[in-house]
Antibody
Framework: QVQLTESGPGLVHPSETLSLTCTVS????????VYWVRQPSGKGLEWMGR???????SYNSALKSRLSISRDTSKNQVFLKMNSLQTDDTGTYYC??????WGQGVMVTVSS | DIVMTQAPLSVSVTPGESASISCRSS???????????VYWYLQKPGKSPQLLIY???NLASGVPDRFSGSGSETDFTLKISRVEAEDVGIYYC?????????FGGGTKLELK
């Protein structure tokens, strides 16, 4: 059974770095890509980036300068790091295993 | 980036009646492999998006056959027959043809 679970701090201070972890089960990170999508509070969905099955990454150009995605295949984990957070980065962050499988999301609030 | 435009913003439906949601893309979503990469999701309050329709007209596993997707290269429709209380939420269309994935602004379905 495919599962993705996001984890990370619920509160981040402005200008600090967000670090999130996506732990997957039911599939191998060397066989399938993992994506990060976020949803600002009360708004729509924004694709952030991708960790491809072969280790290649791709980023949304709007976030590229602040964003980094990496992985640890031995732990079945994909990591997201985004720096210089501002209040409009507040929202729910999801990791997905392609189009079909989404995690439950982690709510991140950027506030002092 | 491909722009996805949804209409209407909201729809109010009597249980048992039908509803249709439209989505238009700024670029053809028909790949050279013959697949049209438009997807439909339902996001219920407090939940992550759940896949309803993939590749324009394919019903995702576990989704009632009251849901159907159709369209052309740039114009797409999600139809819900015999709307039920469990169908309430926000519907999003999305294109997964190319990175970044992009999504429509959402259509809120409510019951009369």
């Amino acid at each position: 059974q495919v599962q993705l679970t996001e984890s990370g701090p619920g509160l981040v201070h402005p200008s600090e770095t967000l670090s999130l972890t996506c732990t997957v089960s039911g599939f191998s990170l060397t066989g399938y890509s993992v994506y990060w999508v976020r949803q600002p509070s009360g708004k729509g969905l924004e694709w952030m980036g991708r960790m491809r099955y072969n280790g290649d990454t791709s980023y949304n150009s709007a976030l590229k300068s602040r964003l980094s995605i990496s992985r640890d295949t031995s732990k079945n984990q994909v990591f997201l790091k985004m720096n210089s957070l501002q209040t409009d980065d507040t929202g729910t962050y999801y990791c997905t295993g392609g189009s079909h499988y989404w995690g439950q999301g982690v709510m991140v609030t950027v506030s002092s | 980036d491909i722009v996805m435009t949804q209409a209407p913003l909201s729809v109010s439906v009597t249980p048992g009646e039908s509803a249709s949601i439209s989505c238009r893309s700024s670029k053809s979503l028909l790949h050279s492999n013959g697949i049209t990469y438009v997807y439909w999701y339902l996001q219920k309050p407090g939940k992550s998006p759940q896949l309803l329709i993939y590749r324009m007209s394919n019903l995702a596993s576990g989704v009632p056959d009251r849901f159907s997707g159709s369209g052309s290269e740039t114009d797409f429709t999600l139809k819900i027959s015999r709307v039920e209380a469990e169908d309430v939420g926000i519907y999003y269309c999305g294109q997964l043809l190319e990175n970044p994935w992009t999504f429509g602004g959402g259509t809120k379905l409510e019951l009369k």
